[in-house]
């Protein structure tokens, strides 16, 4: 399971060092207003399907690839959204 989310962000970083022709993944990643407007739209998609209980999963995929192609379009790395993460264990 956590190996398919490490998986998107070593692609993201990938792509960012080694841009693709064409790619959606390039796009969002440089485009921080295309970006920005995906994880919003997708966050609202899966708030109606989850209201809706109608395809909830994949909505959920496309908030978490957005979202990761958010954070490292704006340099937000993965690693300091963890540590914060487990400082807020209790």
Do not use: C, G, Q, W
């Not at 379009?73 to 264990?89: F, G, H, Q, S, T």
């Amino acid at each position: 399971m956590l190996n398919t989310l490490e998986s998107l962000f070593k692609l993201a970083r990938d792509r960012k060092n080694n841009p693709v022709e064409d790619s959606y993944t390039n796009k969002l990643l440089n485009d921080k207003s295309l970006s920005k407007e995906k994880v919003l739209e997708e966050v609202n998609e899966l708030v109606k399907a989850v209201d809706e209980n109608n395809n909830t999963i994949h909505e959920a995929a496309d908030v978490f690839y957005h979202l990761i192609m958010y954070l490292e379009a704006n340099d937000i790395k993965i690693e300091y959204v963890m540590e914060e993460l487990n400082k807020r264990r209790k």
